[in-house]
């Protein structure tokens, strides 16, 4: 995920407002709060949702920003159901998952998870020291790589 951030109004603010309005769809009021009060954090979205949010507020004379936000994200929803029912462990052989998310997973982390591993599919990762991210069963039997698109893989059309 990643968060979008007001770097400067531009020249016209009342444009600013009544876009982040209309795109949030949330009332003037409260769009005028957040570039007020917190232009840090106009909103959090996924790739393609902040590529459009970024372009709107360019077109209004806006100047933004992109940060990635690993706190938003949800890993869980990268657990598929034939690879663990609780997102917590296993399917096949119950030991727990291991999450590699970019920003939250440390390396030392990374490097514990491949030398307590039994399967020797990981043992390139201890030295490495990295991990593609995504969710891995430690016994190797079941993984599932996920690719995080960054904004500006896309043009800002409506998604
Ligand atoms: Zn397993």
Redesign the pocket.
């Known amino acids: 995920m990643f968060l979008l951030r007001l770097v400067d109004v531009g020249a016209s603010r009342l444009r600013v407002i009544n876009t982040v309005a209309r795109i949030l769809q949330i009332p003037l009021a409260q769009a005028k709060t957040i570039v007020d009060l917190t232009p840090d954090r106009i909103t959090v979205g996924d790739a393609k949702r902040i590529a459009f949010v970024r372009r709107q507020l360019q077109q209004v004379g806006a100047t933004v920003a992109v940060d990635y936000c690993p706190e938003e994200m949800h890993p869980e929803n990268w657990v598929p159901a034939n690879l663990s029912t609780d997102k917590v462990t296993?399917?096949?052989?119950?030991?727990p998952l291991f999450f590699a998310i970019p920003g939250r997973t440390t390396e030392q982390e990374t490097v514990a998870f491949a030398q307590t591993s039994k399967s020797p599919a990981f043992r390139q990762v201890a030295s490495a020291k990295w991990i593609h991210p995504g969710v891995y069963?430690?016994?190797?039997?079941?993984f599932i790589m996920v690719n995080l698109e960054h904004p500006d893989k896309y043009s800002g059309e409506e998604p």
């Open positions: 296993c399917a096949r052989c119950g030991e069963c430690s016994n190797g039997c079941c």
